[in-house]
C-alpha cells in the first residue's frame, strides 16, 4: 500500500513529497503567499506527490506559517488525496494536551490524510521567545512525546509528571482517524541521531538542501537507519513504527525546473538569494556566525544542492541522488523567496510531468 493511500513505501519503492516555509515573499502580502501556496498544493494533489510538508518558525520571515495545523486545515479542505505534515510541530512550545488534541482533530478534518513531524526545534533563539534554553527544550520532547502519542493511540491523555488534580485522565472526544496513531516524521541533520530514528521506527528526511552533507555520508546513514529498523522490528522495540510499514528515508533539495538551464538559473538566483536571507534572519540577528556569509549559488548547483534546470537536468539529478545517496523518498521546495506563483507553478509540472517519470525509469534499483 502507498504512503498515498494510507501506509508507507516497500523497500525500494521511491515517493515524492513537497517542502515548505512559506517565507516571506517581497512586497506580496502574507494573504497572497498563502493563496500562491494553496494553488501550488492544489496542482500537486493531481500528481505522484505524496506528502506536503510544512516547516513550523516563529519570529522571522522564514516562517508565514507559525501555527502549521492552521494551514494544514486549510489544506485538507482544498486537496482530497496527498497527504499533509506538519514537519515538525516543535513539541516543546506546545501543552501536550492542546497539541493532542489538535492533531487528532487535523486527522478527521483530513480523513485520516494526516502526517506528524515532531521535533525539538533546531534554533535557539525560537525556544528564547519562548522563555526555553535547548536544554529544556530537549528535556520537554523527551516528557511530551510518549504522552502524546500513548494518548493517540489510546483516546485518552494522561499529562507527565503531574500529580493531584491535574494527573486525572482526559478522555478525547475527538480521537485520531488512523490507528494506532498518523504515520510520524522526524528531520534531522545530525548523523548521531540516524540509529535511534531507525530503531524507533520514524520517517526520516536527512539534511536541508544547501545544508545537506555530501551523498556517500546519505548512503552511509540510509545502510545505518534501515538495518537498526530491521533488527529492531524484528525484536518487537520500534515503538514509533506502523504494523508492516517501511519507513521513508529521504532528502529535501529546493528545486526550480523550467524549459531550459538557463531559464532556469537566471529564475533561481536572486529568488534564492531573498528566501536565504528570511533563512538566515534570526542567525544574523543573534549575531551568530552561523549562515552569517552569503551563499555561492554556482557550488551549490555544482554539488547537486539545488535542483535547477531543465527537466532533463532536474531528472539527472535527482537520479543520482536517490540512487548514490539510497533513499526511497525526495521532498522538492518549489516555492521559495520572491520566486513568482506562476514560475513555481510551472516548475512543479515539469517535475511532476516530466521528471518524475524519466526518474522512474532510471532507477529500479532497491534500497535499504
Known amino acids: 500500500m502507498s504512503a498515498a493511500q494510507g501506509g508507507a513505501p516497500a523497500t525500494g ?19 497572497e503567499v498563502y493563496d500562491g501556496r494553496l494553488r501550488l498544493l492544489g496542482e500537486a494533489d493531481e500528481g505522484e506527490f505524496a506528502v506536503y510538508h510544512l516547516a513550523e518558525h516563529h519570529g522571522t520571515p522564514l516562517g508565514l506559517a507559525p501555527s502549521p495545523g492552521v494551514f494544514v486545515a486549510a489544506a ?11 514537519t515538525t510541530f ?28 515532531v521535533g525539538k526545534g533546531s534554533s535557539p533563539q525560537e525556544a528564547a521567545m519562548y522563555g526555553l534554553t535547548p536544554p529544556e527544550t530537549a528535556e520537554r520532547f523527551e516528557q511530551l512525546m510518549p504522552a502524546i502519542l500513548e494518548a493517540l493511540e489510546t483516546g485518552v491523555f494522561r ?34 541521531s540516524i ?5 524507533q521506527g520514524y520517517n526520516v528526511l536527512f539534511g536541508f538542501g544547501f545544508v545537506s552533507p555530501p551523498l556517500d555520508v546519505v548512503r552511509e546513514q540510509s545502510k ?9 522490528t524484528e525484536q518487537g522495540t520500534a515503538r514509533f513504527a506502523l504494523p508492516g510499514v517501511t519507513p521513508r528515508f529521504g532528502l529535501m533539495r529546493h528545486v526550480l525546473v523550467a524549459a531550459t538551464d538557463e531559464e532556469a538559473q537566471a529564475l533561481a538566483w536572486p529568488a534564492f538569494a531573498d528566501h536565504y536571507d528570511s533563512f538566515a534572519h534570526l542567525w544574523r540577528k543573534a549575531g551568530a556566525e552561523r549562515f552569517s556569509g552569503s551563499l555561492d549559488f554556482d557550488e551549490l548547483l555544482a554539488e547537486g544542492k539545488v535542483y535547477v534546470g531543465s527537466p532533463r537536468t532536474v531528472a539527472d539529478l535527482v537520479t543520482e541522488a536517490v540512487t548514490a545517496g539510497e533513499v526511497n523518498y525526495l521532498a522538492g521546495s518549489f516555492a521559495w ?18 521528471v518524475i517519470p524519466a526518474v522512474r525509469r532510471g532507477t ?5
Open 159 to 192: 499529562r507527565p509528571g503531574a500529580d493531584g488534580i491535574a494527573a486525572e485522565p482526559v478522555p478525547l472526544h475527538v480521537p485520531a482517524y488512523q490507528r494506532p496513531h498518523p504515520p510520524l516524521w522526524y528531520p534531522s541533520s545530525n548523523p548521531a
Open 224 to 232: 545505518i537507519f534501515f538495518e537498526r529498523f530491521r533488527a529492531s
Open 76 to 86: 485538507a479542505r482544498e486537496t482530497t488525496r496527498i497527504r499533509l505534515a506538519p
Open 90 to 117: 516543535i513539541l516543546p512550545l506546545y501543552d501536550p494536551l492542546r497539541l493532542t488534541q489538535e492533531i487528532a482533530m487535523l486527522d478527521q478534518l483530513s480523513h485520516g490524510r494526516l502526517e506528524i513531524g
Open 13 to 31: 519503492d521511491l515517493e515524492f513529497g513537497l517542502f515548505d516555509w512559506i517565507d516571506v515573499a517581497p512586497g506580496v502580502p502574507a494573504a
Open 337 to 354: 523567496g520572491s520566486l513568482s506563483n506562476d514560475a513555481s507553478l510551472r516548475s512543479l509540472q515539469l517535475f511532476r510531468d516530466e
Open 195 to 199: 540509529p535511534r530514528l531507525g530503531e
Open 364 to 368: 529500479s534499483a532497491p534500497v535499504g
